[in-house]
């Protein structure tokens, strides 16, 4: 009922009723929200209750110890040098001034260690680079010192020579002819599980959907109305306020320990292990405080390259990301572009959809713990409608930009909001209330998906409903102009079945 409480209480608002919130001081969150008939009342009740954070007394306390807070023992502070280029061949890595830094313990680049990769189910970025880099800050060295001040000069007197390549930073020009190939083995990646046959190299997960009518064509050919619409999506930072960071170390025992900010230990501990080359039960991942996550924490970088740095020093070792190393070399929100085109008859009944999608994977794929099932929700900007005819092509593609990542839920705000947009597109070309278009079209029982898939307990057309009553949709507001989204003071519309949340023009 979350989403139904959300857009209850914004209708309440933007109907110009008083605030709810501040009914509630005297008479319950449910009772200010909700109409006798919204909720049973002992569902309501539940809203009233307190929830308990289990955590919440050693965070407000200070109590709490995040991966910045570990202190050892002769622990060295690692810095990383990345590359200037977006896409380079790596001639040669000179480390010998580095290493003669006073506090310097170990310099590695990525001729030190091989071809190591790692991947959450794709294996495909390297620790650290070997033969080439693919992105603005992709990693070729590694240091460990005493203090981030030696750390850091040593990484100002690495020497690497480079070979620029071509470049491509646009995911559907990736996928064209004479693009650059920016993993020419991409076959030999191990991949968790049976990879599907990609279309083209830079390719990282494809997805083909046909449902219905097989000559789709026919069907926009005869339609009353065809709309078509290109929505782009930004790439997004999760926006945690704890960057990536670790402490890696081998203990008497000869157990790597590995305090994280991975909220995903035992995944952290086989994408180690795979990359390493050590059985899984030499790991202990300890990820006991996380500061945020937001999708973007089940992904590591440092790692695999400070486990080398403690093994060749034989001192913990400590890697913290500074905020500029963090949206320049983690895994943020993929961007995305969509092509919706749609056929509706004169009473506002979708026909059929045609749907392409390209999604902007960055350098790599290793951030990704589904980049097959990623690529195939490029396709769902129409899935709370009932859509009996579709053609959806999705695309997850390679390009020479930060490699992208989860974030809460991957992509589902952009893509949702362009077929928001695009609903709305057609309401106007069809002088038609916006509502009506959606309740006409929302997915009711016995309904398939656009992909066609079965439907359980489909309730959006219950959703737009309450909406309608409880925003009183139509009406205009006792107190023009008060929380209004157009000129006359009412709302142009609300999707309260979409599941990311409302779009307004």
């Known amino acids: ?153 040593a990484i100002n007197r690495i020497e690497v020579v480079y070979e620029e390549l071509p470049a491509v930073f646009d995911a559907e020009e990736a996928l064209g002819e004479g693009a650059p190939v920016l993993h020419p083995d991409y076959q030999s990646y191990f991949f968790r599980g049976k990879r599907r046959p990609v279309p083209h190299p830079n390719s990282q997960g494809h997805a083909s959907y046909q449902k219905g009518e097989p000559d789709i064509g026919r069907l926009f050919a005869n339609a009353h109305l065809v709309v078509e619409d290109v929505y782009t999506g930004a790439r997004q930072h999760q926006g945690f306020i704890e960057p990536h960071g670790c402490v890696v170390w081998i203990d008497e025992s000869g157990l790597v320990q590995v305090v994280s900010t991975n909220k995903s230990p035992f995944s952290l501990r086989e994408q180690m292990a795979k990359a390493i080359g050590l059985p899984a039960d030499r790991f202990v991942v300890d990820s006991q405080t996380i500061g945020g996550d937001f999708g973007g924490k089940g992904t590591s970088i440092e790692e695999f390259a400070c486990y080398h740095l403690a093994r060749i020093s034989g001192r913990p070792v400590r890697a913290i990301m500074s905020y500029a190393e963090e949206l320049t070399a983690a895994n943020p929100q993929h961007g995305a572009k969509y092509y919706l085109r749609t056929a509706v008859t004169r009473e506002g009944r979708i026909v059929a959809h045609d749907g392409r999608a390209y999604m902007n994977a960055g350098a790599y794929g290793g951030g990704r713990p589904n980049p097959e099932n990623t690529a195939g929700g490029g396709g769902g900007s129409l899935d709370v409608y009932n859509v009996p005819n579709a053609r959806i092509e999705s695309y997850m593609v390679y390009t020479n930009l930060v490699p992208s990542g989860n974030m809460r839920a991957p992509g589902a705000f952009h893509r949702g909001h362009a077929g928001e947009a695009h609903m709305d597109h057609i309401a106007r070309e069809l002088d038609m209330d916006p509502l009506e278009l959606r309740l006409r079209n929302a997915l009711r029982p016995g309904d398939t998906t656009i992909h066609g898939e079965p439907v359980h307990e489909p309730r959006a057309v219950e959703v737009l409903e309450a909406l309608r009553r409880e925003a009183r949709w139509g009406e205009t507001p006792s107190q023009p102009n008060r929380a209004a989204t157009s000129g006359v003071g009412r709302p142009r519309w609300c999707s309260a079945c979409c599941p990311m949340g409302p779009s307004r023009r």
């Not at 991947?119 to 590694?142: E, I, M, N, Q, T």
């Not at 981030?148 to 000069?153: D, K, Y």
């Open 1 to 153: 009922m979350t989403r139904e409480i959300a857009w209850l209480l914004m209708g309440e608002m933007m109907a110009g009723r008083p605030n709810p919130i501040d009914e509630c001081k005297s008479s319950g969150v449910a009772a200010a929200i909700f109409s006798p008939t919204a909720l049973p009342a002992d569902t309501a009740a539940a809203l009233d209750v307190p929830e308990l954070r289990v955590d919440g007394d050693t965070k407000v306390t200070g109590r709490a110890r995040y991966v910045a807070d570990v202190r050892l023992p002769g622990m060295l502070w690692a810095r990383f040098l990345g590359s200037p280029h977006p896409h380079a061949r790596v001639v040669s890595v000179d480390t010998s001034a580095a290493k003669a830094v006073p506090g310097v313990h170990v310099v590695i680049a990525g001729h030190d260690i091989g071809p190591q990769l790692f991947g959450r189910v794709l294996c495909d970025w390297p620790v650290l680079a070997y033969d080439r880099v693919r992105f603005v800050g992709d990693r070729v060295a590694a240091v460990a010192a005493e203090t981030p001040e030696a750390a850091e000069e």
